[in-house]
């Protein structure tokens, strides 16, 4: 029997996230649907677009089902807790068997504050959804990007974002998304630079943390709203940082640092990427050359990108 082949490619924005108000509990109550689990806050899709691209096989009505993640060409499966969760979540969808191949490949560094797990995600769903016929609207694509994201807390309102595209607020948390753009020049860079990872899970169940983030990220968000503009937006990212005292927690001695000398240049700003050893600026093209020169003295320990904010969402590519 002939197998017929097919496969999809879905590009989605890479974003950094500059604050965030965990909300995962009403009145001291936990909250228990993850539609309603999220957070408010800011942040922009970079020019930096991960790639998913799915291949889909027919298989003999005798065989198993098969499954196969890789991410940036490692064979991950279970590993990608949040494509997995997806998948297992549609596969009661499936009528017969198949052979899955997910390939997710991302420029920048997974575990860095990126948002690749949201892009991820997103691709997924966008992926199966295009190839296997699967009729979804927009909003249930989100949806179950979203809760996937939750589930496995790798991210609260990345996806809501990534869907926005450009700078947006998250005014309200969970799903359906609230969200609101935030106008920016065309000619600004985002110079980024990523000394390693830090595992969003570790930090949304530390409890010393994640109470600080609340109260810092309810306090950013207030002040973003009242000057809703670039200038407000890094001021209130910078402010967040220093009020949750994450780089002295987290003993981010060097980030902070690099974020204090970009700050001394003549730029919008500059911050620490959420949630990862990361930094980024914001600067008009004039003054790429002298941002470099800082973030190109911490290497070769740091990755350094030359990006700029990008206004797309999710966009399928193809399907062959």
């Known amino acids: 029997m002939a197998h017929f082949k097919r496969e999809v490619v879905v590009d989605v924005p890479h974003r950094i996230s500059g604050f965030f108000e965990i909300v ?22 970079l020019s930096a677009v991960g790639r998913t691209r799915i291949v889909v096989e027919d298989l003999d009505k005798s065989s198993d089902q098969k499954i196969s993640i890789f991410i940036n060409d490692e064979k991950v499966d279970q590993k990608a807790e949040t ?10 969808l499936l009528n017969s068997p198949l052979k899955i191949e997910i390939y997710h490949n991302f420029p920048l560094p997974v575990g860095c504050g990126y948002g690749a ?22 909003i249930e694509r989100g949806r179950i990007a979203h809760i996937a994201e939750v589930m496995n807390q790798t991210g609260l309102g ?36 990523s000394f390693g990872m830090i595992h969003t899970k570790s930090i949304l169940t530390d409890p010393v943390l994640n109470s600080k983030i609340k109260k810092a990220g309810r306090r950013a968000q207030a002040k973003l709203l009242q000057n809703r503009d ?23 001695h060097k980030i902070e640092d690099l974020i204090t000398r970009l700050n001394n240049l003549k730029i919008l700003g500059a911050s620490m ?12 093209k004039e003054n790429e050359r002298e941002v470099m020169e800082i973030f190109d003295t911490y290497k ?15 966009n399928i590519k193809n399907n062959k």
């Not at 990361?278 to 600067?283: K, N, P």
């Not at 350094?304 to 206004?311: E, G, P, R, W």
């Open 24 to 45: 995962d509990e009403i009145d001291g109550k936990k909250i228990k649907d993850p539609e309603r689990i999220g957070s408010r806050g800011a942040g922009f899709n």
């Open 83 to 92: 494509t997995y969760y997806i998948y297992q979540y549609l596969k009661q």
């Open 273 to 284: 990427n959420q949630l990862g050893r990361s930094v980024y600026a914001i600067c008009k």
């Open 117 to 138: 797990s949201g892009s991820g995600a997103l691709g997924t769903i966008y992926g199966f959804n295009n190839i296997l016929n699967l009729g979804f609207p927009n």
């Open 158 to 193: 990345t996806v809501c974002g990534q869907l926005r595209g450009g700078l947006c607020i998250l005014k309200e948390p969970g799903y359906p998304c609230v969200s609101e753009s935030i106008n920016f020049s065309q000619n600004l860079k985002i110079i980024c630079g």
């Open 300 to 314: 070769p320990e740091i990755n350094v990108f030359d990006l700029s904010i990008n206004k797309m969402g999710p």
């Open 230 to 252: 670039i200038k407000a937006f890094i001021t209130a990212s910078t402010e967040f940082v220093k009020e949750t005292q994450m780089l002295k927690i987290l003993e981010l």
